[in-house]
């Protein structure tokens, strides 16, 4: 079975450049969601999407980031503008959406910006 | 509100020894808690979890956490340290009604010597 895919694997920007980051999960699985991991820390939620919809970005800063999910598969993760604080591992992950929870993770992007 | 605590940052042991990471939850239900173990470069991997069966869970790669309730604990054990274990390692809780949610510790650091 394939796993959750993510391009690119890493990314060096400019503070104010505009970024975006690929995701495809596995095939069949409903829920997908995008975390921020930061040098040092757990990753952190930044949206969840159920299918094709949103069902939580709370944490996700709405003003510089976006993030949608076209047709309840692939999913892009845009940063615009970016800031030095941005720098971290943008993790994907999906999951069948049922009540197990188990998240399955791909490798991550390193995003650095200076 | 849920949340996990992982008493330490850092655990070096040596090969062979028995590995211990703890970690400590919060919250005002029963919990789904995890396990799961980042090795450099890869992706989170699952490798454990509680949901209210057995309280002793045993996990991959010889791994296993005990759920306690009454001192708050999903501590984890192995008995016998490999090279390969050297990762970090995340506890993990769901938060409630949250369409799986999860909510991160900050990691431990687990480094194995010869």
């Known amino acids: 079975e394939a796993g959750v895919a993510q391009s690119p694997r890493y990314k060096i920007i400019e503070k104010r450049q505009s970024v975006a980051f690929w995701c495809n999960p596995i095939?069949?699985?409903?829920?997908l969601y995008w975390y921020q991991q930061i040098l040092g820390q757990g990753p952190k939620l930044l949206i969840q999407?159920?299918?094709?919809?949103?069902?939580?970005d709370s944490q996700l800063p709405k003003d510089r980031f976006s993030a949608e999910r076209l047709k309840g598969v692939d999913s892009t993760l845009k940063i615009q503008p970016a800031k030095l604080e941005d720098s971290a591992v943008y993790l994907c992950?999906?999951?069948?959406?049922?009540?197990?929870?188990?998240?399955?993770f791909g490798p991550g992007t390193r995003l650095t910006v200076l | 509100a849920q949340s996990v605590t992982q008493l330490d940052s850092h655990v070096s042991v040596s090969e062979g020894t028995p590995v211990l990471l703890r970690c400590n939850y919060s919250?005002?239900?029963?919990?789904?808690l995890f396990w799961y173990v980042q090795h450099p470069n890869k992706g989170l991997q699952l490798l454990l979890k509680?949901?209210?069966?057995?309280?002793l869970v045993k996990g991959i790669n010889g791994f296993e956490a005990e759920f306690k309730k009454s001192e708050t604990s999903f501590h984890l054990t192995k008995p016998s340290a490999h090279m390969s274990d050297a990762a970090e390692y995340f506890c993990?809780?769901?938060?409630?009604?949250?369409?799986?949610?999860?909510?991160f510790g900050a990691g431990t650091q687990v480094v194995v010597t010869p």
């Open positions: 919250s005002s239900y029963s919990p789904s």
């Open positions: 993990v809780v769901t938060l409630t009604d949250s369409w799986g949610k999860l909510q």
């Open positions: 992950a999906s999951s069948l959406g049922d009540n197990s929870n188990e998240q399955f």
């Open positions: 509680y949901t209210s069966a057995a309280t």
């Open positions: 999407f159920q299918n094709n919809g949103v069902v939580d």
């Open positions: 095939s069949g699985h409903a829920t």
